[in-house]
Each structure stands twice: as C-alpha cells, then as structure tokens.
C-alpha cells in the first residue's frame, strides 16, 4: 500500500501530530512507502490561512526548511522498513508562485511534489461555504459555472509552470458545491473544455492524477475526482496514484477500502505510484489484482 500525500502537525497547524509518530503509524499499518509532503511557505502575508495570522513569511521559510531535514533523517532512519520519499504540495495562488516554487526547487532536492491549486481569484476554495461564495462572486457573473471555470484555468496555469508529478485533489473546486452531480461538468461545455484541455496536458507530460480519499472524510461517497472525470482520464489513457492526504495518524489510510470500490467499479486495472530508485523517482505500476490481496486490507474492521 502506498500514499502520495500527507502532513503532519508539527509543521502545518491544521494538522495534528508528531512527524516521527506518523511515519512510525504508516509502518504499524503496512505502507510500503508513504510521501511526505508539507505545504510550501508563501510568501505574501495576505496568503496565510486564519490559523497563521500571528506568523511572519520567515516563520513559514524556517519551519518548513525543519520538516525538509526532519525528513531526510526519518528517510534514512526507516529505511529497512518503508520507502519513504521527501517532497511538498504546492500552493499555486497567483502565476509569480512559479518564481516561488523554482527557488524552492533549487534550494530542496524533492523526490516528488504535489501541485495543488486551493485558491480561486486569490481566495481560498476549501476552507467553508462562505470563503467559497466569495471566491465565486469574484467570478464573471458570480455563478458556480464561472468558478468552475475560473478554477479549471488557475489549474492550467499551475499545470503548464510547474509540471507536477502529482496533480493533487483534481475537482477540489466542487468540494462545496451543493448543486455539483456527475451531469454537472457535462452540461456546461466551456468547463468539460477546460477539464479535458487540463487533462491532456497533464497526460501529455506523464503526470499522475492523484485519487484523494480526503474527499470521503469531508463527505463524498468517491475519493477526488468523481467518477465523471476518473472516466475522461481513462478514456485519455491518464495514470492514478492514490494518497490519503492525511492530517494526521487518525486520517492514515482512512478510507481506502472505499476507494477501492471506487476504483474496481472504474475498472482499474492498474494503479502508478513514484518510487525511487539509485536516490531518484521512477514511475511504476502495480496491478489493482496484486493490491487487492495485501494483507493491509485486514485491519479495516477498525480503521
């Protein structure tokens, strides 16, 4: 069993517990190797979230160059136990974040990333409803149809500067959307435009789509993307990876045996995961049929 994505407390205050202790529970729990991927440090006081308005950009700098080294040592600590990879998930709130994400890049060796957008217009899209309302009234004439627009364009741009390996969270813009159903994105074309142009370039350069079972949590029956778009990747010959984008020990693996029905009702078979080999990522496959009898599955009577 593999993840993709996860944070820790010690070095996001949305999330809870020691970085030591969720490698560790990853381990406990079967992962075979498991990402470590804290947020980027911005670097514009107006980006940081509620929780941060006490802290300076150098606050965000110095504890995120902390978690780099913290990891590097739990890396090589745990070795002979799990195949842990170094990496961070990218914020992409305007286009001079590619600047941003460059110097990071330059400065931190990452065995891989993950390239979020949170942001529409500036504002953040998965805090709450009314953080969402907002955004979308900053957007044409203030419906969901323009948001979805809107987010799907913020996405292409992140997409094209950064060539993410991991395209985190794909439709995270419908997280609050209390009209979204799988018809939605197929009734507006300008939008489906827009997700298969994202898609193709994505696809294009070998980058993965991230199946995010953080969706379930927050209320979804299917990880992120829905069925609608996991449909427009396979057709395209696009590749899957799954994380749980966890916050913490309790939120591990949670509900990846319901990803797994989504999954095997997609007709999966096969699922990319980065590994490295010789110190550098490689891309491999694995079959769903292979990881539908890891004993991993055993403990989710409790989990």
């Not at 993840?3 to 075979?32: N, Q, T, W």
């Not at 079972?213 to 449909?231: F, N, Q, T, V």
């Not at 799954?242 to 999954?263: E, T």
């Amino acid at each position: 069993m593999r993840s993709h994505h996860s944070h820790s407390g010690d070095y996001i205050l949305h999330a809870k517990d020691h970085l030591d202790d969720i490698v560790k529970e990853a381990i406990a729990r079967g992962f075979k190797s498991y990402c470590l991927t804290e947020h980027i440090p911005r670097d514009n006081l107006a980006d940081l979230y509620p929780e941060e308005k006490h802290l300076q950009i150098s606050d965000l700098e110095s504890n995120f160059d902390k978690f780099y080294h913290h990891a590097r040592r739990l890396q090589s600590q745990y070795a002979d136990q799990i195949t842990l990879l170094v990496g961070c998930e990218t914020d992409y709130i305007r286009p001079d974040f590619k600047s941003l994400i460059a110097n990071l890049r330059s400065k931190y060796n990452f065995d891989m990333f993950v390239g979020s957008v949170h942001h529409v217009k500036e504002v953040p899209i998965d805090l709450d409803v009314p953080t969402w309302e907002l955004a979308m009234r900053k957007c044409g004439a203030g419906t969901p149809r323009d948001l979805y627009g809107a987010y799907f364009d913020e996405q292409y741009d992140m997409v094209v500067n950064l060539k993410p390996p991991i395209v985190g969270h794909f439709d995270l813009i419908r997280l609050f959307s209390v009209e979204d159903s799988e018809t939605t994105i197929s009734q507006w074309p300008e939008v489906l435009e827009r997700v298969e142009r994202n898609l193709d370039f994505i696809i294009g350069y070998g980058g993965l789509i991230e199946l995010n079972s953080a969706a379930i949590r927050k209320g979804w029956s299917e990880p992120y993307p829905r069925a609608d778009i996991c449909k427009i990747v396979l057709e395209k010959g696009g590749q899957f990876c799954l994380s749980d984008d966890s916050h913490g020990i309790a939120q591990i693996g949670l509900n990846f045996h319901k990803a797994l029905k989504q999954i095997e009702k997609l007709g999966l078979t096969e699922l990319s995961y980065i590994d490295l080999e010789n110190g550098g990522p490689v891309i491999r496959q694995e079959k769903v049929a292979m990881i539908k009898i890891d004993p991993f599955w055993n403990q989710y009577e409790t989990i």
